[in-house]
């Protein structure tokens, strides 16, 4: 399975969301870089109980899972906005 296929598979609804909740915590409380990794995967394996209604293996990685494309997510949109210039990194 190629990474289009796998992003075309996945559940959008829970990805986006996890993306907008951690851009919106890093930019209203200036959280340290270093805790954003496990801010997103303890939110990202929170979001995957309430899912599935249970919590095994499986929900645990899918939470990470979660946790990791959020990452990815902010990482490119703070990318985004630093090169073209809309915006300041804010240094911690």
Do not use: E
């Not at 969301?17 to 939110?43: D, E, F, H, M």
């Not at 902010?74 to 073209?84: D, H, N």
Request: aromatic share 14%; glycine share 8%; charged share 10%.
């Amino acid at each position: 399975m190629d990474i289009a296929q796998t992003f075309m598979s996945m559940n959008f609804t829970a990805y986006v969301a996890l993306a907008v909740v951690l851009y919106a915590i890093r930019q209203a409380t200036g959280i340290s870089n270093k805790y954003i990794p496990l801010t997103a995967v303890v939110l990202g394996v929170a979001f995957s109980m309430l899912q599935f209604k249970a919590f095994d293996f499986q929900v645990m990685m899918t939470g990470i899972q979660y946790g990791l494309y959020g990452i990815g997510t902010v990482a490119s949109i703070k990318y985004t906005l630093t090169k073209s210039g809309t915006t300041t990194p804010k240094s911690k």
